[in-house]
């Protein structure tokens, strides 16, 4: 059967170094092909052709900030669903119903999110 | 000694043949383009234009590796690192098959068998956001940000209707392994036929985290120019353009796998016994490989076909109807199989 030993990880391990190896080159190397020519109008941000104002570090919506809260909330609740349905058969009824609660705690969590209008991209 | 060298080589041949499907996918897409629009396609490069993606590449190599003056050099050398990194680790924990024999050794064809296989791709999926949020961020471009932030918000959104859809497959075969999902979808017992609704909010989802049309607002050119990757150039753009053909690939290879039987196929029984078991290995490989094909051309068959969202309509598929479907669908599995059919 399987095993979780650190035997069955050391592909992982090899492949990683071929991955690195193959990236590094690449970003090494490939930079040195190609012709180079410098000047200011040249290095700076491309905006349309006009010039540029300003730079990117300015303000955003928040929605984009909530969302990326409520992802961190919600997904540590999905991680919990895994040891569940791993174990699913053998934790039978009395497991089902737990995890039915569970949703339920999700859920109402979820409506909330709903209702206080986190998720309306409009307003 | 002789597993590393065995795996060593099995990592090389898997890599080459993902290069190289990444790199005829853009010829694919092309092609699929151009059939669906009535078009000839790029036709000038060797016979039907079939060396046109190797004329691309030689091309992206000698071009100029642009670094504009305002932007964070180490991290926009970075970004476009991390996404080819992802995108090329995920390989590893696929079953492609299931064992050759050869020279006395029973080599198995996936890299590393390990039990959160399904874990495994989710956390690189996870961090091929980085990619494009550094990327993106270090341009210091005001499109390129807008296109980084769109990406992000958007692929973790999707990540979580993905992780939840995934479940129901997880409570089916009580393991995270994917070569024991594969497995268990002996001949025509495919996962799909058990988890339609599943695989719907899979593959929504999977167009989602490719950032694929109708999902590819990060860089819808008409406003944002080229996304994330507007300041990019040479293989660093090349990098960024490989890794999606290569996220799409793992994508097609992973609804294959999770929903699609993965190797399996009917009859394979029969051919076991009557080719031998190296023959059904070789056929196995094809039959994965031809339902990988077609899940790319799906792909681009949708690309020329949709129109793209607005992003209000994306995050609210997402969130509001992929979510809440994705749930019912694990209740319904669980409930199903607690007290209807043990």
């Not at chain 1, 035997?7 to 170094?17: A, D, E, G, H």
């Not at chain 1, 700076?44 to 300015?58: H, K, S, T, W, Y």
Request: net charge neutral; glycine share 8%; with cysteine.
């Amino acid at each position: 059967m399987l095993d979780s030993s650190s035997s069955s990880y050391m592909p992982i391990v090899l492949q990683s170094i071929v991955a690195l190896g193959f990236v590094g080159l690449v970003l090494v190397l490939v930079p040195m092909l190609g012709p180079k020519s410098k000047g200011s109008t040249k290095t700076d941000n491309f905006e349309c052709g006009i010039e540029a104002q300003g730079d990117a570090r300015v303000k955003f919506s928040v929605k984009y900030f909530l969302t990326a809260i409520l992802f961190v909330l919600f997904d540590v609740e999905v991680i919990f669903f895994y040891p569940y349905a791993v174990n699913f058969k053998s934790l039978g009824s009395p497991g089902f119903l737990a995890v039915v609660m569970f949703v339920a705690f999700f859920l109402i969590g979820f409506f909330y999110v709903l209702k206080k209008g986190a998720l309306e991209w409009e307003k | 000694m002789d597993l590393i060298l065995e795996k060593s080589i099995l990592i090389i041949v898997i890599f080459s043949i993902t290069l190289v499907i990444a790199m005829y996918s853009t010829y694919m897409e092309r092609k699929v383009a151009a059939f669906l629009q009535d078009r000839i396609g790029p036709d000038r490069a060797g016979p039907f234009g079939i060396l046109q993606p190797l004329a691309d590449g030689g091309k992206m190599f000698f071009k100029e590796d642009f670094i504009p003056a305002k932007s964070e050099r180490w991290l926009f050398i970075l970004g476009p690192g991390i996404a080819m990194l992802t995108a090329l680790m995920t390989s590893a924990v696929i079953p492609w098959g299931t064992s050759i024999e050869m020279f006395g050794r029973n080599i198995s064809l996936q890299v590393a068998d390990i039990n959160i296989g399904i874990l495994y791709v989710m956390g690189f999926l996870s961090i091929g956001v980085y990619g494009i949020m550094v990327g993106g961020w270090a341009s210091n471009n005001k499109y390129s940000l807008m296109g980084a932030i769109r990406a992000s918000s958007q692929m973790i959104s999707y990540e979580l209707a993905m992780g939840l859809s995934i479940i129901a497959i997880v409570m089916m075969n009580e393991s995270l392994s994917l070569s024991v999902i594969a497995e268990k979808q002996d001949s025509w017992h495919w996962n799909v036929l058990y988890q339609p609704l599943g695989f719907l909010i899979f593959i929504v989802c999977a167009f989602a985290e490719t950032n694929r049309a109708p999902f590819d607002l990060a860089e819808c050119d008409s406003e944002l120019i080229g996304g994330y990757h507007t300041e990019y150039s040479s293989m660093k753009l090349g990098f960024y353009l490989f890794a999606e053909y290569i996220n799409m690939f793992i994508s097609a290879t992973m609804i294959s796998t999770l929903y699609f039987g993965s190797y399996n196929f009917p009859g394979m029984h029969w051919v076991g016994d009557h080719l031998g078991h190296n023959w059904l290995a070789i056929i196995e490989v094809a039959v994965l490989f031809s339902k990988i094909i077609f899940f790319i051309f799906f792909f681009m068959w949708v690309r020329w076909t949709l129109p793209r969202f607005r992003y209000d309509q994306l995050m609210h598929l997402g969130w509001k109807v992929l979510i809440p479907l994705a749930i019912i669908n694990m209740l319904i599995t669980g409930g199903w199989m607690t007290y209807v059919w043990k």
